[in-house]
């Protein structure tokens, strides 16, 4: 027998408690991990080389508000964009609207993938798309969900916008790090259905290069300032997490509850180990008097309740690591997450916390049967 | 001598009210001896064997075991002098429920720099010499009161410890297991030597020693019961 081989012999002496109090921590981390995803998701969204030089232009007061479609000409000499596309955000509605939670953009055609390089496009589609007025580049992701093919036509009902759009699929894209549940239709074809308008939601534009990107954002809203409609540029990290802010304070909502967790999974811990120390009092003033001081004592305890711990933590994040990556979560979802990927960080960090709760949990119980003396600790339960 | 006791008291507090539980007590126990400490309950016996065993502290007074003051050592000295020099054995056994009877009596060797193999030598040999090398792979729960309390003694021996110290071990045995278990302790003392320092109420068990001290309120009575 080894040291360690005791500390796994009392562990697995009640068995049950031990299974019980391993599903629960697990439960717990993997909780964890599913709402820590989630709020990295929202609050950190995935990010590529390229997107750190895509910069979103928008009206000043809200994302709600317009800007004239004449804004491209000038946002396109400002010294250091490289290409600037319309981006009109169309909300429409696909056969009835529990299918449509998918986002519509109407873009310029020829300038979009520029923009949003990573999106991968065969090239006689994008030539395609770009060629017919009518024509869409939809993500694979919802291809799949509805069957649709190249060829096919679908119609979109105005909402927020009145008209309807009548559009051919040409081109589907796949995107590394990109939404693949987006569709993208000329700009001239809606502004056309709106009797030439003239209103674009907001206009994105791709920079030369990074260091370019602060005099570019005051270039561009020096440019509108005192206008109508005075601009706001900020990077795509910015815009998203702007973005998310519309949604209220998800990131204290959620914070809230994995506070709330962790907090619980210390209960859970703590009240085990407790449990278990607790009947194995008389035992560990039996190792006292055999010769065990009260560090070695205190190692035993620690071990134990931080494997107990750590099996819980392994089982939670892993699990849900396991579990999402064999999960479609875009079809389950319908559609509204279109990707849940758990990071590394995100398994670090719940490991981390499930340790550092093994450790916390274990401080209690076990100080309080180290400062019992072997005397008074064999007294008890006599 | 083994054991020099020295004006040894010890005082528990209750609140206000404090308890003698020995009182002045002086005590010479040499190398070899089979000592039974008799008296009734309250007397101070098992306080005395605790404090000679090194898990309790005298108020005041020396204790000293082969030279050494044990009331002067720390509490981390105090557990590796106890691994070296005290072997156990409780009235409840005290085995560890989830152990074999072989992990139990290797669990005082675990804290020395014995190999694996050395180890083994050293639990087989004591659970031979306690008669149990044929229930070495059992659990507590799966042996006799008489075989745990074995079980105990070869735990108490197996690191070969200066002195043994038994606090009412007949206490939760039938009268059988309990010769048994008295003719063991008997036996150890006589042809290994081992010093063994015995609490009991039982006159049939204190027969068993070579010495018996008697103690009443906290203090030593002479061999005509009287007070010294």
Request: charge should be neutral; proline fraction near 3%; include cysteine.
């Amino acid at each position: 027998m080894t040291i360690p081989g005791f500390i796994l012999r009392n562990a697995f002496r009640n068995k049950r408690r031990l299974i019980l109090t391993i599903l629960s921590v697990a439960l717990s981390l993997f909780l964890f991990t599913t709402l820590r995803t989630a709020l990295d998701l929202m609050t950190d969204p995935p990010t590529t080389d390229t997107a750190a030089l895509r910069l979103a232009v928008r009206h000043k007061v809200s994302l709600a508000n317009v800007l004239p479609e004449k804004y491209q000409y000038r946002i396109e000499r400002v010294p250091g964009v490289a290409v600037c596309s319309k981006f009109t955000w169309f909300g429409g509605i696909y056969q009835d609207i529990s299918k449509s939670n998918f986002a519509q953009f109407g873009v310029d055609a020829d300038r979009i993938l520029k923009i949003f390089s990573e999106m991968a496009v065969p090239p006689e589609q994008e030539r395609a798309f770009i060629q017919e007025r009518t024509a869409c580049l939809v993500g694979y992701k919802l291809m799949e969900r509805f069957g649709w093919k190249l060829g096919d036509r679908i119609t979109l009902q105005g909402t927020a916008w009145g008209c309807d759009l009548d559009l051919t699929i040409r081109a589907a894209y796949r995107g590394q790090g990109i939404d693949e549940t987006l569709v993208f239709f000329h700009h001239e074809y809606f502004n056309e259905a709106m009797n030439n308008l003239g209103l674009v939601g907001t206009f994105w534009l791709k920079t030369e290069n990074a260091e370019v990107i602060p005099s570019v954002i005051a270039e561009i809203d020096k440019a509108f300032a005192n206008s109508d409609a005075e601009t706001k540029t900020e990077t795509e990290r910015a815009f998203q997490l702007e973005f998310v802010s519309m949604m209220g304070n998800v990131r204290l909502f959620l914070g809230s509850i994995l506070v709330a967790i962790v907090f619980a999974m210390l209960l859970v811990t703590a009240s085990t180990m407790s449990m278990a120390i607790r009947e194995r009092s008389r035992e560990i003033s039996i190792l006292k008097a055999i010769g065990f001081d009260s560090r070695q004592i205190f190692g035993l305890i620690l071990a134990e309740a931080f494997g107990l711990a750590m099996a819980g933590g392994a089982l939670g994040c892993f699990g849900a690591k396991f579990f999402f990556s064999h999960l479609d979560i875009y079809k389950m979802s319908q559609g509204f997450i279109p990707m849940f990927p758990i990071s590394t960080e995100t398994i670090a960090l719940g490991l981390l916390v499930a340790g550092l709760l093994g450790v916390v949990s274990s401080l209690v119980p076990a100080y309080s049967t180290l400062k019992t003396t072997v005397v008074a600790g064999l007294k008890e339960l006599d | 001598m083994l054991v020099q006791i020295r004006e040894l008291t010890k005082l528990y507090s209750h609140g206000e009210i404090q308890v003698t539980a020995l009182d002045r007590i002086s005590l010479d126990i040499a190398g070899g001896e089979f000592v039974a400490l008799m008296g009734p309950s309250g007397s101070g016996k098992s306080t005395l064997l605790h404090i000679i065993a090194g898990i309790d502290r005298p108020t005041s007074g020396d204790c000293h075991v082969r030279d050494i003051n044990v009331a002067d050592l720390t509490e981390t000295q105090l557990a590796e002098w106890r691994n070296h020099h005290v072997g156990f054995v409780f009235q409840t056994f005290n085995l560890i429920p989830v152990l074999t009877a072989y992990e139990n009596v290797e669990l005082p060797l675990l804290l020395t720099s014995l190999t694996g193999r050395e180890r083994r030598q050293h639990v087989e040999a004591a659970l031979e010499l306690v008669g149990l090398g044929d229930r070495m792979r059992h659990l507590p729960r799966q042996l006799s009161g008489g075989q745990e309390q074995r079980v105990a003694i070869a735990r108490a021996l197996v690191t070969d410890p200066t002195l043994i110290v038994a606090d009412e071990p007949t206490g939760n045995l039938d009268a059988h297991s309990a010769q048994e278990v008295l003719g063991l302790l008997q036996t150890l003392n006589r042809q290994a030597g081992k010093t063994i320092i015995m609490v009991t109420h039982d006159p049939k068990a204190a027969a068993f020693a070579q010495r018996t001290i008697h103690l009443e309120k906290g203090q030593l009575l002479n061999g005509n019961g009287q007070h010294p």
